[in-house]
Structure formats: C-alpha cells, structure tokens
C-alpha cells in the first residue's frame, strides 16, 4: 500500500505568531496589518519555513519579530534588494518585503522603483502613516503640502507622492490599497498580492495614533462628518469594487483597453480627501515576471535555481560548482 507523504499540518493564524516583545503603541494600525499577514499565511496554508519577511527600519520594519517565518531586519530602504536577490537564488520562497513609508519611498524610493520595472515575484505592504514612528513623527513622503502632523512646527512644506502612481510608473503589475483597521478586506488584498505572478505593491493606509494626529482612526472613519439624516458617520474610505471597478489587465489585452483602464487608475489613484478608496487599482497579467524572463535564458533555472545548489560538504568546505547552470546561459 503506498504511504501518503501529503502534508496532515493544518496552520492556523496562530502559528505564524511569535513570542517576540512588541514595543508598537496601543492602537497603532501596525497590528492590524500584523493580524492581516498572519491569517493570510493561515488562509494560503503556506508552511511557515517557505516564506521569508523582508523589512527595512522603523517602528513598521520590525514585523520580521513578530511572524513565525524567516525573516530579515534589513538596513534603512533596503528591505526590496534583499527580496529580490531571496526571490531569484529561491524562486520556490514566498517574498514578502515589508516597511513604512519614509523606509521605502525616501531613503528606498530608488529601489522601489528598481524592483518594480524587474516584475520579481514578490508582494511588498507598505505601511502608510504619514510620518516617521520610530524617529518621533516627522513628515514621510507621502504626507501632504500644508498638512500639519503632531511634531511639525509648521504645515508640511513639501508636496506628498502619490505612491501608487509611482508604483505604476515603476512598473509593478499588481497595485493596491487597504486599509489597517479593515483587517479583513486587507487579507484579501494580500492574498491576491501573494497570488499574484509579479511585483505586487500594497499600501496600507495605517493610522499612527501617536505622531499622526491628522488622519487618524476617526478621520478615515469619517467621524467629523454625520449623514445629516440618520446622524451616522461618513466613513472617507469606501471600497473601490462598490463601483464595479475591474482592475484586471488580462494577458491578451489590446492597446485601447490597456490605456483605458490605465486612465480610469489614474483618475482612482488620485482620489483623496472625503473619498478614498481601497481595493485593487490595478492587476496588469500583460507584463512576465523576472524568473520567467530569466528562465528563458537559463533553461535549468527552475530545477536548479542557486538555494537548491549543495554549497559545502560535511566539513564546510565549499562544492559550490555553478558550471552547469552557467552553460545553460544563451548569450545571443
Ligand atoms: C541610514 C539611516 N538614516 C536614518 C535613520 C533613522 N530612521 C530610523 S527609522 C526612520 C524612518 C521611519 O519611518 P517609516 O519608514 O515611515 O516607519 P514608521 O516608523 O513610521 O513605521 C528613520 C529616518 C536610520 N535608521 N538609518
Ligand atoms: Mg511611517
């Protein structure tokens, strides 16, 4: 009778927690993201030691601690080189790269953009509040002209990015936004950014309830406007697929329909202010992703990518012979 290997192993959220300390403030929309990733891990039934956690510094950054998989607390910005390099020496591992605002679009921003023009299959959350937690609440990127956050001694003086723009100026082909207190809808997000063939960036809107006494928990959730009938609040988030908004760019779509949807992402992307919405902007499948690119050229890559390669024997001493995958190489 044959035995059956399949994995029994059911993960639950609870298995991709730590008992790692976590110095967040009370109310920070970072565990609401944290919670996110867990259950998605958890939905995906991706065993913990298939994925690793990239993150670069900040309060955000330190997310590594806190899930069960591998993980990396890079350097300031550079939590994408680091997923890149995972993604192409394992093209088997899950990379999810992970950081705030100021880490990835100010010191990070030029990877941000070099990673999206590779198409790497990798999801990278990007925790959005408007400042910089860990260094006490000066203005981010992606904080806006005129807006005067807690620390400011004067309204911002710079005009936000609008990093969803940038993302798909850059590149990526799968580009959303959620939300961190609407942990449910934001483990859709990341799943379909997990699912996803490519470089999938997601913002996450995250309330800082210590520096950014702004766009806070209330603000989003529209708690300074009522409906004037039912007295209820006005919440400035809404839901991009409410509309009926498709985002998907199929694999054999033509011109005409490529600039129309990528108009209509313009037009969505730039909304901000009572209306805000949330959901996927963009799933473009037109574009391959990099290891597919490269396995065009190296034609083992798949079988014999570099992180299944024996590197040592038992003594340590290196067997490292990439011979093999480097005649693979087609140089034309
Ligand atoms: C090279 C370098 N420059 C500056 C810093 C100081 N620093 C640490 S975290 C940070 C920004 C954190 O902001 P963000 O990425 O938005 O994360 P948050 O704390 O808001 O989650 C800065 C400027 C550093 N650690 N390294
Ligand atoms: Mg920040």
New binding site residues.
């Given amino acids: 009778m044959a035995i059956d290997l399949a994995p029994t192993i059911q993960y639950k959220a609870a298995d991709y927690k730590t008992e790692a300390h976590n110095d967040w403030c009370p109310g920070c929309g ?1 565990f609401g993201i944290l919670s996110a990733v867990q259950l998605t891990l958890a939905d995906m039934q991706i065993a913990p030691h298939r994925v690793t956690i990239f993150a ?6 330190k997310i590594p601690h806190f899930v069960n998989t591998y993980g990396i607390h890079t ?3 550079r939590s994408l080189p680091f997923a890149v390099g995972a993604k192409l020496a394992n093209p088997e591992l899950t990379v999810i790269a992970a ?9 990070g921003v030029g990877h941000f953009v070099n990673a999206g023009r590779r198409n790497v299959d990798f999801t990278y959350i990007l ?9 006490k609440g ?1 203005a ?1 990127p992606t904080l806006r002209l005129g807006v005067k956050t807690k620390s400011l001694p004067q309204p911002n003086i710079n005009e936000g990015i609008n990093s969803l723009l940038l993302a798909l100026a850059a590149g990526f082909t799968f580009i959303a936004r959620g939300y961190a207190y609407d942990v449910k809808h934001l483990r859709e997000l990341i799943r379909m950014g997990i699912e996803h063939k490519g470089s999938a960036y997601i913002n996450v809107l ?1 309330p ?1 309830p210590t ?1 950014n006494d702004i766009m806070t928990k209330d603000w989003f959730g529209g708690d300074d406007r009522k409906d004037p009938q039912t007295g209820k609040a006005l919440p400035r988030v809404y839901k991009l697929n409410q509309n009926g908004y498709d985002p998907l760019i199929g694999k054999n779509a033509g011109d005409a329909e490529i600039q129309s949807k990528i108009g209509r992402f313009i037009e969505k992307a730039m909304e901000w202010g009572d209306h805000i919405p949330v959901g996927v902007f963009l799933k473009n499948e037109t574009v391959p992703s990099y290891d597919a690119r490269i396995a065009e050229r190296i034609k083992n890559y798949f079988d014999a990518a570099p992180a299944r390669r024996t590197i040592a024997d038992a003594e340590g001493k290196t067997t490292a012979d990439l011979t093999a995958f480097f005649e693979e190489v087609r140089v034309t």
């Fill in positions: 970072d670069g510094i900040g309060c955000s950054s350097l300031h910005g950081g705030g605002d100021g880490d990835g679009l100010g010191i925790f959005d509040n408007g400042v910089y937690g860990l260094t000066q981010s995250q800082c520096y």
